[in-house]
């Protein structure tokens, strides 16, 4: 996959810069969106490869809006980070067509190695929404 599109979804704007960081120093394409509304809109024109979505946002959980997300892109990976880690998120998410659950905070080197497995390693240029 050339350069990767990555849409990082969280409420928590401490969160998503973190992540954002991450990625885009992996050398992938970002974009953030602080809800889930606001990610369903971005996945309406842009066709992102993989959305990293925080479980827990006000509006719209996680699940629900990669459920709608799915169903805008089909093809679209997800990976989900929660501070809650344990049997009620992670069947929810893997119903919903989530690859992995991974805790919060994100830890750089097993995001990165989650991403490349996913979606390969990044390059190009970058950009932070």
């Not at 992996?26 to 309406?44: E, F, K, N, P």
């Not at 709608?68 to 809650?84: M, V």
């Not at 998120?89 to 119903?95: G, L």
Request: proline share 5%; glycine share 10%.
């Amino acid at each position: 996959m050339a350069n990767p599109n990555i849409l990082v979804i969280d409420d928590m704007r401490s969160d998503r810069t973190v992540v954002a960081a991450i990625l885009a120093g992996g050398g992938y394409s970002v974009a953030v969106a602080r809800d889930g509304w606001t990610a369903l809109d971005l996945l309406a024109e842009i066709p992102f490869d993989l959305a990293v979505v925080d479980y827990n946002m006000p509006g719209i959980n996680g699940v629900e809006m990669f459920r709608k997300a799915k169903a805008l892109r089909p093809s679209l990976l997800g990976i989900f980070l929660t501070a809650h880690a344990d049997i009620n998120t992670i069947f929810p998410a893997m119903e919903v067509g989530i690859e992995r659950v991974l805790a919060k905070p994100a830890d750089a080197r097993e995001l990165l190695a989650v991403v490349e497995t996913l979606v390969g390693p990044g390059g190009g240029t970058h950009q932070a929404s």
